[in-house]
């Protein structure tokens, strides 16, 4: 079975654009959350959907939104990037409320 | 949000050595997963364990939800084994699918 896929797998953008992430989840897994890695941290929690309603919401600005769609995959947005965004952008699932699986990352560069 | 704490934060061996990475977090949880992440990125799930003890293969964890920590344990040490190991919880209550991560333990194995 396929695991978790995202794309793109690297990203660079100028400060100001807006990027768009995307992730598959594995089949038949109705829970999708995002995470931000910054260098030399661990993962910090954005979102989390389940059954296309947000359920839960991490300390970022507005500027990050998602949504999911009636497949279960999942875009994460994010406006008028700053240099700070840069980072590696993780989304796993999950079938409910156990093991969460990891998808390859999107590596965000911002300039 | 729950806190996690792993120690040590760098740990180097060589091959054949065993090491113990500790993970301590600061409430009850009902999720507990231990990752490595491999050079590229990918957080590879290796143990998904709330409370006991579960082995695969060189690799063993136990957790003791009680006193609230969790031990890796890796045996027989090979230079794959190299890269940043994360614990993740979530504690009782928290948003389904939020994990929170320690800073990770960083693991060079030289041959």
């Known amino acids: 079975d396929a695991g978790v896929t995202q794309s793109p797998t690297h990203l660079i953008k100028t400060r100001g654009q807006q990027v768009t992430l995307r992730c598959s989840p594995i089949?038949?897994?109705?829970?999708v959350s995002w995470y931000q890695q910054v260098l030399g941290q661990g993962p910090q929690f954005i979102f989390q959907y389940y059954e296309k309603e947000e359920r839960g919401r991490g300390n970022f600005p507005d500027r990050f939104s998602a949504r999911q769609f009636p497949n279960y995959s999942s875009e994460l947005n994010v406006n008028a990037l700053l240099l700070g965004d840069s980072a590696l952008y993780l989304c796993?699932?999950?079938?409910?409320?156990?093991?969460?699986?990891f998808g390859p990352g999107t590596r965000l560069t911002v300039l | 949000g729950i806190q996690v704490e792993q120690s040590p934060p760098d740990l180097i061996l060589q091959e054949g050595a065993n090491s113990t990475l500790r993970c301590n977090f600061s409430d009850s949880v009902n999720n507990l997963q231990w990752f490595h992440q491999n050079p590229w990125g990918q957080l590879i799930n290796l143990f998904y364990i709330p409370s006991g003890t579960k082995q695969n293969g060189r690799l063993s964890a136990t957790t003791v939800a009680t006193e609230r920590y969790s031990l890796l344990y890796i045996s027989s040490s090979q230079t794959t084994d190299s890269g940043v190991y994360f614990c993740a919880a979530r504690g009782r209550g928290s948003t389904l699918g939020r994990l929170y991560f320690g800073r990770g333990t960083q693991l060079t194995v030289w041959p």
């Open positions: 089949s038949g897994h109705k829970s």
């Open positions: 796993a699932s999950s079938f409910q409320t156990d093991t969460q699986y």
